[in-house]
């Protein structure tokens, strides 16, 4: 990072004040920053950055725009700092560190660059999405690396998201014409051309420039559903506009402490046609102890991070909270991070709760909590009647196509998917994540016509065995 050295101009000076140089201001007490040509005072936004006030301060007294593009959307200074504190503009030779490119294709710190993606295979040449997967840890910074790939604790709840997978049996049909087979399938009643999504994961343009951007260009040529988050590095509208035409998008929100910035957010939201569910994330109300993430962040910051702020609500419950959601959207629900049957069954209790997402993400909250698909065991078995009420959706650890065709067979809806398409991120960018969705949807297929099945609706209990796992469930 560049220091600054230049002037500033904007409204808060007057004509005969002389600006400080802005690299002057970069102490706790004093914190000024160029973004995009304006000056900031960001000093009150210190203790409340979730990422930690030091991130910040390294960053202090200079541009850092690139820094900040490659994980916040332009958008997000608005949500969080008051017109007050833009202290004005820096003149255009004074904006040293500028992102380069238009944001699909620039530079942006971490992410993989055009070298070490055309020293790979060509993505047609990668056959499924744990290869892909290997590939991307080539090419993904270590700072990535350690956000993507941690999970919690012993990261025991992100292996059994895969394993369990492997523990449910195929029961395959003979003398069923499959010649012609489909995966068009609805999500709370939004047609969709596959039964695999991708879930909300924050700050993909870690893993390359195009970002979320990227994500939704990919999508948009299976016609699948992408759930934008709430922590996306690029805005909800840029998103949408790379997934157009044809593309079906959600909108995931965590509830920050601040609801005045939330209710801002969710004001434009709604002036974003193509979002037609909001997704509830309640599975993270306090930030999982994800050690790799941890460590490289103290590597990161001399001397060792301080605790991160987590701005995300604790004090949600179900009454108080969707009460309040309902008079900001009109928008169905769909409450992600349900990982018991009794909160399965509660949430049939909302009416604007259409939805649930089955979800410990992916390892990543709590550790030692039971994989989705043994959720949906504990659902068919205490309260199937929710599969009647509520879409459900599940996602962690789903890397073949048989893992997505078992989770339908048990009653999901919908499968998601989250570090998979930043893998494919990684490796390709957009045609990378296509790959990943490709790869995912030929196997789908491919299984289904083994199994005997026509369509993801027809397929149900009779196409799994799963013994074991429903003794668990008692
Ligand atoms: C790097 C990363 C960032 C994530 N960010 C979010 C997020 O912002 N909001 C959210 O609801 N879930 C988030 N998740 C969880 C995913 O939506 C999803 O539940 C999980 O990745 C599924 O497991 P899988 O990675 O094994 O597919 C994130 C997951 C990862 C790996």
Redesign the pocket.
Known sequence: MVSLIGGVTGNHWSMDTKPAAVSQHKSQGDCWMVLHGKVYDITSFLPKHPGGRSLLLQNAGQDASRAFDSVHPPEILEEHLAPEHHLGNVEPDFQSNKPEGDGMNGSVPGASSSREMSALPSLSSMLSVAEIESYAMQCLSPKAIS??VSASDDEIT?AE??RIYRTILLRPRVFVDCTECSLETSVLGNKVGLPIYV?????ARLAHPSGEAGIAAACAKFNALQ?I????SMSPSAIVRAGKPGAVFAW?L?ILKDIAATEKTLAQIRQIPEIKFI?L?LD?PFPGKREADERFKMAEVAGGAPPQTWGTESALTWQKTLDWLVTQTNLPIVL??VQTHEDALIATRYPAVKGI?L??????ALDTVPPPVQVLLEIRKFCPEVFAKLDILV????KRGTDVVKALALGAKGV?????A?YGLAVGGEKGVARVLEILADETITAMKLLGVKNPKELGLRHVSCKPLIMCAR
């Not at 879930?199 to 700050?203: E, F, K, L, M, Q």
């Not at 988050?229 to 996306?232: E, H, L, P």
């Open positions: 956000y993507y992100k998201n895969g879930s909300p994961a924050a700050v759930i988050s709430k922590n996306a995931q965590y997704v994330t993270a992600k991070g997402i979800s410990n993400h992916g390892g990543r996602d962690g650890g789903i998601g998917i989250g570090r998979a930043l």
